[in-house]
């Protein structure tokens, strides 16, 4: 027979995640979202205003970030997929306790899927639109995963080493 005790371990360790998939969920919604709206309303290369630092500009992209890899489709979604299947096998070893953690790791795998599903839908090429000056122009998904790194790596520079024990002997 379960006790209050044990029942609230199970809802704790159930939910301990639940941030993380309600943000990769958002980021893959609102990735796909504005992908869609580009496509259906734009012409490829047209930018809306024609003109200016901040622009809608639709592109597509054949490689990874900025450009890179250009035409290894089959390479980075294959990437995509090891990374997003070896992510969720490990999610129960990461530790969820923090909550900057877990939106970082929420930025980061909606923004990886996202891409993905672009990928396999179109080809090997995602939509771009986001155009800002003489930055390559981007789309949701890159920001989140920029964004999450960003959020991960203070987490693990500044955060995590704080909570460590110290190993050093006095």
Known sequence: MLNSNTMGKSNRKATRGLLLIVIALAVIGLDQLTKYLVRAHMELGESIPNTGIIRLTYITNTGGAFGILANQAFL????????????????????????????????????????????????????????????PVFNVADMSIVVGTIIIAYYLLFVAQKKAPDKRQT
């Open 76 to 135: 980075l979604a294959l990437v995509a997929v090891i990374g997003i299947a070896v992510f969720l096998v490990y999610l129960r070893y990461i530790p969820l306790q923090n909550t900057l953690l877990k939106i970082g790791l929420g930025l980061g795998l909606g923004g990886a899927i996202g891409n993905l599903i672009d990928r396999l839908r179109f080809e090997g090429k995602v939509t771009d639109f986001i155009d800002i000056g003489a930055w």
